[in-house]
């Protein structure tokens, strides 16, 4: 299940915002706060249908990305200063790929996604089981 807890940690937090480290109180902090900003993500992940399946490879990492941009956007953090300008460039940022999630134009279950660059080209099977993942593969390019 994809829609469960924090992306990232305290730790990953400090490598990329912070400017020093972490006492066992900041690092609490900043853990409470990756877990409340998890939440928008599940949201957005929800509204796709996205809690179920299998992470692809890549989207752990993305996912850990805007769980650290959203904790830093949504709280005086407490290693380092963050400006109010960043903050909101931060925020922005948070909520167009939250948007791109919640729309499905990224797709975390390794699918190609609504807006994927397709080539001119025709696909057809050879046989029932290649035409089924066809259909299958169409829908999904859909977000069905």
């Known amino acids: 299940m994809a829609c469960t ?23 609490a ?3 409470r ?15 796709s249908n996205q ?13 850990k990305h805007l769980n650290i941009i959203l904790a830093a956007a949504t709280q005086d953090c ?6 109010a300008e960043d903050k909101a460039a931060y925020l922005a940022f948070a909520n167009a790929e939250m948007e791109k999630i919640r729309t499905r134009q990224i797709d975390l279950c390794g699918g190609t996604g609504r807006n994927y660059p397709a080539v001119g080209a025709i696909q ?12 299958t593969d169409r829908l999904k390019k859909q977000g069905y």
């Open 78 to 83: 407490p290693c380092s200063t963050v400006s």
């Open 33 to 47: 706060q990756l877990i409340l900003t998890s939440g928008a993500l599940h949201a957005a992940m929800s509204a």
């Open 124 to 135: 057809y099977g050879l046989n029932v089981f290649n035409d089924a993942q066809l259909i």
């Open 5 to 27: 807890g924090q992306y990232a940690t305290a730790r990953e937090y400090a490598e990329l915002i912070c400017t020093r480290t972490l006492d066992l109180s900041a690092e």
């Open 51 to 63: 809690c179920t399946c299998d992470l692809a490879d890549w989207a752990v990492q993305y996912l």
């Open 29 to 31: 902090r900043v853990n």
